[in-house]
């Protein structure tokens, strides 16, 4: 069974930065396809950011340029670098994985991720 714990979230201003992390209990996180996803109350879950095992990443645009997403393979440890945070950034943050590689356009199917955590919020003011 895969469990993921995210931690990380808080409250920032406007422009500041948080980094989340999602530690994973899996022998080797590099077999999954890896994401991080957002939703606020009354709205579908959004994906925000993805790591495949190659190492490839994908953004929503939304947050292409102020967002990294990068994991530790050592640690098995996702992480999610969120830089010039703006009001709209704030949700619930979940990460989230699945065995095997990314399929094509896979930040817009978060049902296909079949583990997710418990979430972490991040608010921005």
């Known amino acids: 069974q895969v469990q993921l714990v995210e931690s990380g979230g808080g409250s920032v201003q406007v422009g500041g930065s948080l980094r989340l992390s999602c530690v994973a209990s899996?022998?080797?996180?590099?077999?999954?396809?890896m994401g991080w996803f957002r939703q606020i109350p009354d709205k579908e879950r959004e994906g925000v950011a993805g790591?495949?095992?190659?190492?490839?990443?994908s953004y929503a645009d939304s947050v292409k340029g102020r967002f990294t997403v990068s994991q530790d393979s050592a640690k098995n440890i996702l992480y999610l670098q969120m830089n010039s945070l703006k009001p709209e950034d704030t949700a619930m943050y979940y990460c989230a994985a699945v065995g095997g590689g990314c399929t094509d356009g896979y930040l817009a199917k978060w049902p296909a991720f079949g583990y997710w955590g418990q979430g972490t919020q991040v608010t921005v003011s």
């Open positions: 899996v022998d080797t996180i590099g077999r999954y396809c």
């Open positions: 790591i495949e095992s190659d190492g490839s990443t």
